[in-house]
Every structure is written in structure tokens, then in C-alpha cells.
């Protein structure tokens, strides 16, 4: 393209808008400004929207014009006959713009010529309904709010490349109804949760994001530096610690945080290295209550989202209205195998039971490590519709209370739907010396290689040492939950911008 001076505000463009495709967008752009029209204005005052008018007009006769005077914004998905009909899209939907010389103002009808598919217009108009039924603006007057200097896709069917629907979202958003329902219906499912909450008298607060101690879960975490304090900190994997903390300062009775969580491990069609968690804690409660919590939260979040509590997930139905069946990890590992594992009274013999099963053991497991790999193998894949899982080995489970008749397990559920883990909750454990003792016991295990296990955390445990009422906490899956309210089949999906690898490593 050709040297422009150096005040041009289109000059020394970059590469992305100096394209063959571009150059035409770009003269309008130049002509618009040339004509004394600022093409980004600082703001309109906007009155209504497609769906408000669709609703208030829905008995308008044909052809029939009204004299209501409204002021409409949106981005042009279509141009016919030279921009005297124009398809204008909001965030509420479509309605049409009739520009002709017979309504439009004085010196009104040479904006056309600036106009292109994608550009951000508005419209002053009045209210009128076509002769073939369609609700339309006879247009007054408009003004160009924002001038589209990259072309949209000429078909959009979804992405061909579902890589370029993540990286370029706002591009998919602009183009496809269904990523902007998905989203939003991610929206009114934390709304719905946060409501159901704030009803049950939940206080919700905010814990700290950089961590100085890896705790309050089994994960690899994220490192970085703090250069004044010269001190490497964690990002958070868990707020479970914090959140106690403030349980046993007596700020409130029952705290939730919905929160982000990093964790850096792999990626896959439900993990994203930074992801949002529901933790939530309760004084004077056990898990059993929390079994109730999780029943009603994502059956209310399963109306918000869908109107129903039976939602369709690919070629399944799930019904989320509660109460859930409530089966142990070995008593289901039995049913599925014949195997029962609570007879096996050593590692080895667990291990062995495990690897004959075919789960993946490495020879080190611990006698509930090798337990929960058998489930993982045999059992897990197969729980379609919710159910809490109970009876987690306690040596897997270093924050859960004992359970209260075989010691070798923890008060601790994790509700499974369609397969996957949505929700982890405990009896807390609120003995300082048994935590300090379970904390010593992963430290080994950190020791040994384990780079999941967690760190000892003697604030932690100097907290529960001024006391920690009997406690019922729980977390729960945002992201997953969204995705099975949304029948989405990729956490990518409900997430606006997950991560992604380097263009061109995919």
C-alpha cells in the first residue's frame, strides 16, 4: 500500500489490517474521518434491544407504522440493496433497519456508503412492522460506532479449526449463537449457586491467591517469585486451608469462596490448568450434611440452566434432582469385581488385587492407593447418574475425619456424574495432633517423590489448635458442572479463554 504521512492515524499499519481484504475497509475508514465522522465515537445513547422490541411489538399488525421513536445498537450481519435493508445483531438477537431517503434525515443517506458487514452501528428510528411480518426501524439517523476493519467469515459453521473458536473466542462469540448460550449459561449457574447459598445463610469471602505453603489438596502446583519479599510463593490449588482458618476465627458459621484454582498439570477434555472451584465449609456439620448441600446445588443449578432437573448430556439423560444413592469406594469395587478389598489387609496384598485387575500400579501404592486404583479402573467409568462415592482410605485423604467404625477410612464423598469427579467433601478434621501427624505422613511421601503430596503447614495446625468446631466442607467442579449443564463436550467449551499451547504445537 502506498506512504502515508506520519500524523495519518492509518499509517505504519500492522500487518494483520495492510491485506488486500482490508484496503477497502480502510478507505471508507479514511473518507469517514475525512467527512468530519469520528468512526469511534466515546458513546450512544441506547434505549432498547432486539428481544425488548420483539416482545413489546409481538402484536403489531403487517404494515403498519408506528410513531414510537427508539435508539438501537448492534453489529451489521447483513446488507441489502446497497444498505437500504440491514440485518442488525445485539446480544438479544436481530432486528431489521430500513435506511431510505423517504426517513432517513438530511445527510444521513451518505453514511451508507461507509457502512460494511461487521461494522458497530446505531440506529434512531421509528418502530414499524413490513408488510411480510418483519419488525423493523425506519431509520433517522445513524451513526458508525465502530468501524470493522477486518472482515467477518464469509460461512460460519463453527470453526473448521476448533482451535481458532478458543484462540480467536471473541470471533466465535460474534458468529455463534451457541458458544454465547453456553457462556451465559455458565453465568446463571454460578449466579444460582451463589443464591442457593446466600439463602442458607453463607458468608462468601476471599482468600489469598499466592500461597507460601502447598496445602489443601493433592496437586502440582505453579511456582513464581515475589521480588521484594524475595520468596518463591504457590498459586493456589486450594483455598480448603484458609477458608478453616476463618471457620475457627469465628467470622461466620458457614464461608464460601468461588474461586480460581491452578494447578499445573495436563491437559484434556475436562482439565485446564486454571479452573474454577465452589468451597464451601460449615460448623457444627458432617459430610453427610454436605451430601444434602451438593444434592441441592446441582439440582437447582440443572433448573437455572435448562429449566429441568433431568438434563441431556450427549446420548444420555442425568437427573440431577436429589437425594443421590451413597455406596462406599470397596463395596462398589466388590460389586464390580467380587473383590473385596476391606479383607485385604496389607499394602501388598492390595496391590496385587489392584494390578490383577488391571488398574495401573506402580508397586508403591499404599493399601488405599491401590484401592482407589481399582475403583478408578473398574468402577469409575461407569457412574452415569450422580451418586456420592463414600469411604475414602484414610491415607489418601490427610484433611477428612476417621470414619467411625474402621479407621482405615476417612468420613469423605466424592460425587461422580457421567463418570467424573463434580464434588469432593469431608467430615474436617479438626484434631490438631492426628493433622499434624497426617501432614508428617505426606511430607514422607513429598519426600519420596511424590510431587503431589502436600507440604506441612504448622499455621495450619496452630489454627486447629485454638479449636475448629466439628465442620462439613465440600468443593465442586465449576467448569464440569457447566459442562454437563450445557452438554458441552470439552471443558474448553464453558471456559471463555482457556489455555492453549503455542500456535503451532498443537
Not at 442488525?88 to 434525515?105: M, R
Amino acid at each position: 500500500m502506498t506512504d502515508r504521512p506520519a500524523h495519518d492515524p492509518q499509517a505504519n499499519l500492522p500487518a494483520l489490517f495492510d491485506t488486500d481484504l482490508t484496503a477497502p475497509r480502510l478507505e471508507k475508514l479514511r473518507a469517514a474521518r475525512e467527512a468530519g465522522l469520528d468512526p469511534y465515537p466515546y458513546r450512544f445513547d441506547k434505549d432498547a434491544d432486539a428481544a425488548t422490541l420483539q416482545a413489546r411489538y409481538a402484536a403489531l399488525s403487517d404494515d403498519t407504522v408506528t410513531e414510537d421513536v427508539v435508539r438501537v445498537a448492534g453489529r451489521i450481519r447483513a446488507m441489502r440493496n446497497n444498505g437500504m435493508f440491514i440485518d442488525l445483531h445485539d446480544t438479544t438477537g436481530k432486528i431489521q433497519v430500513f435506511s431510505h431517503a423517504d426517513t432517513l434525515a438530511e445527510g444521513e443517506q451518505g453514511k451508507l456508503r461507509w457502512l460494511d458487514l461487521g461494522d458497530l452501528l446505531g440506529v434512531e428510528g421509528v418502530v414499524r412492522r413490513t408488510k411480510r411480518g418483519e419488525l423493523t426501524i425506519n431509520a433517522r439517523t445513524l451513526t458508525l460506532l465502530a468501524k470493522a476493519l477486518l472482515p467477518l467469515p464469509e460461512k460460519y459453521h463453527g470453526l473448521t479449526d476448533l482451535e481458532a473458536r478458543y484462540r480467536q473466542r471473541y470471533l466465535d462469540l460474534i458468529m455463534n449463537e451457541a458458544s454465547r448460550q453456553t457462556l451465559r449459561t455458565r453465568s446463571r449457574i454460578i449466579t444460582e449457586i451463589r443464591q442457593t447459598l446466600l439463602e442458607r445463610e453463607f458468608l462468601e469471602v476471599e482468600t489469598p491467591m499466592l500461597h507460601p505453603i502447598l496445602g489443601g489438596a493433592s496437586a502440582r502446583p505453579f511456582v513464581t517469585h515475589h521480588n521484594t519479599l524475595d520468596m518463591d510463593l504457590f498459586l493456589r490449588i486450594a483455598p480448603e486451608l484458609y477458608l478453616k482458618r476463618l471457620v475457627a476465627g469465628g467470622l461466620s458459621e458457614r464461608v464460601f469462596e468461588i474461586n480460581r484454582n491452578f494447578r499445573n498439570e495436563g491437559l484434556s477434555p475436562r482439565h485446564n490448568p486454571e479452573f474454577t472451584m465452589l468451597e464451601l465449609y460449615q460448623a457444627y456439620a458432617d459430610y453427610h450434611d454436605m451430601m444434602e448441600v451438593v444434592e441441592a446445588l446441582m439440582s437447582r443449578a440443572a433448573v437455572a440452566a435448562t429449566g429441568g432437573s433431568a438434563v441431556t448430556y450427549g446420548d444420555n439423560t442425568l437427573e440431577f434432582a436429589g437425594p443421590y444413592p451413597r455406596k462406599s469406594m470397596a463395596e462398589l469395587v466388590r460389586e464390580a469385581t467380587g473383590i473385596d478389598f476391606l479383607a485385604l489387609e496389607t499394602p501388598e496384598a492390595a496391590r496385587a488385587a489392584a494390578a490383577d485387575l488391571g488398574a495401573a500400579v506402580t508397586g508403591k501404592e499404599s493399601w488405599g492407593a491401590a484401592l482407589e486404583e481399582a475403583f478408578a479402573h473398574c468402577v469409575e467409568p461407569g457412574l452415569l447418574q450422580p451418586i456420592h462415592v463414600t469411604g475414602f482410605p484414610r491415607d489418601i485423604s490427610p484433611l477428612a475425619k476417621a470414619d467411625r467404625t474402621d479407621p482405615r477410612l476417612t468420613e469423605r464423598f466424592e460425587t461422580f456424574v457421567n463418570g467424573w469427579e463434580v464434588a469432593n467433601a469431608f467430615s474436617e478434621l479438626t484434631d490438631p495432633l492426628d493433622q499434624y501427624e497426617r501432614f508428617a505422613g505426606q511430607v514422607k511421601a513429598r519426600e519420596a517423590g511424590d510431587a503431589e503430596a502436600q507440604m506441612m503447614d504448622i499455621d495450619y495446625v496452630t489454627a486447629l489448635g485454638y479449636g475448629l468446631p466439628p465442620t462439613g466442607g465440600m468443593g465442586m467442579g465449576i467448569d464440569r458442572l457447566a459442562m454437563l449443564l450445557t452438554d458441552s463436550p470439552s471443558i474448553r467449551d464453558v471456559i471463555a479463554f482457556p489455555t492453549l499451547r503455542p500456535k503451532g504445537r498443537e
